[in-house]
């Protein structure tokens, strides 16, 4: 069952706006010290919007989301509070910050739903519905089921640590930053999300080499 | 102590399973876990895990989700904010609000120039006074106004 996020519609405006609105952005890009956010946005989308998707389809798997509709509401948001972003930090991380705010908002509010009854979740069809999105490209396919299942059972906050430091290749520095929490925090509490997974996986079934 | 000894090597495995330790800083952290059993062991069971990286791996978002994206944005670049439109519509409404109320409050004084100017009668009050002089001109008016002044205030109560 997938559940459609948000439908934005966009009014359209008159084309004397929309030169006013083109000349303010260049204006943004006149005044800016290094390069405009907006435009360095822009620029990198084709590069990070698989990532984000990436990252925001292995937190929301098996819960239902639809990581397309989130992943755009990801760059939406980033492009309307453009403004907001604090060029001591890089946009992906900034991305990050949104794609992780937007996804455990979206999760938390289709748990709330579950419980009030107005949605309902079907774990195996959900199961196999995730799982088309990922193709088998290897022989362990039965491994990378059981790994993912392990990390959707995860709670949201150690989930996500996993996700951006094993799966997204953030830096510790990075995810503190998403995190508002310092380096070693992140590190502490990765080993102890690590460790619930190992648990995870241990319970259900998973045997490694050693 | 021991708390904080167990924390750092915590921290210490973590940096060891994403490769930011030396060979020397590994055996160092190694001949450290002795000491805690339970983290020797977590240490060697997470050093056997599977990439997460693989089990996600093929994930591509659909060709179209991307052109539906940059359609959006395109929209949404052309939606001005509240300074924008302030700006815009300011000179054009409110300018024209503004003449519109001037042209009106000026006609009114034309209208009625009591209305701003107190000391100044206006036309009403000056046809009604008009309008009393005449009346004291005619004598049947005079007697019955007299007539009914006696009525009110016979002389004798006023002592006239």
């Known amino acids: ?210 | 102590m021991k708390i904080d000894q167990r924390k750092y090597l915590e921290i210490q495995i973590t940096e060891s399973l994403d490769g930011q330790l030396s060979v020397e800083e590994q055996k160092t952290l190694e001949q450290q876990l002795h000491q805690f059993p339970d983290l020797l062991e977590n240490y060697k069971a997470l050093q056997t895990m599977p990439p997460i990286t693989k089990a996600f791996s093929g994930i591509q978002p659909e060709p179209t989700a991307f052109r539906r994206l940059q359609e959006k944005l395109n929209n949404l670049q052309n939606i001005p904010g509240f300074h924008d439109l302030l700006l815009l519509y300011f000179k054009r409404y409110v300018l024209t609000g503004v003449f519109l109320v001037a042209l009106i409050l000026l006609s009114l004084r034309f209208m009625e120039p009591s209305l701003f100017d107190p000391a100044k009668p206006a036309p009403g009050d000056q046809q009604n006074a008009i309008e009393l002089e005449q009346l004291d001109r005619i004598p049947e008016y005079v007697l019955i106004n007299n007539l009914t002044n006696e009525l009110q205030f016979p002389r004798n109560q006023t002592g006239q």
Do not use: C
């Open chain 1, 1 to 210: 069952m997938m559940v459609s996020v948000a439908t934005i519609t966009v009014p359209a405006y008159p084309k004397r706006l929309q030169m006013l609105f083109a000349e303010k952005n260049k204006a943004v890009v006149q005044e800016g010290i290094t390069s405009n956010p907006m435009e360095e946005l822009k620029r990198q989308l084709p590069e990070f919007y698989p990532r984000i998707y990436r990252a925001i389809s292995a937190i929301t798997y098996g819960s239902g989301l639809s990581a397309e509709d989130l992943t755009q509401d990801t760059f939406l948001r980033a492009f309307n509070n453009i403004s907001d972003f604090n060029s001591h930090s890089s946009i992906y991380t900034w991305l990050h910050r949104i794609a992780r705010n937007i996804t455990l908002d979206a999760m938390r509010r289709l748990k709330i739903r579950r419980r009030i009854g107005l949605a309902y979740p079907t774990a195996d069809s959900m199961d196999q519905m995730t799982d088309d999105t990922f193709p088998a490209s290897d022989d362990d396919q039965e491994a990378n089921l059981l790994l993912r299942r392990a990390i959707s059972r995860l709670p949201n906050d150690k989930k996500v640590l996993i996700i951006f430091k094993d799966l997204q290749e953030l830096t510790y520095a990075e995810i503190g930053e998403i995190l508002d929490i310092p380096e070693g925090t992140v590190k502490s509490r990765l080993f102890k999300a690590r460790i619930m997974l190992k648990d995870e996986l241990m319970q259900s079934g998973y045997e490694h080499e050693n």
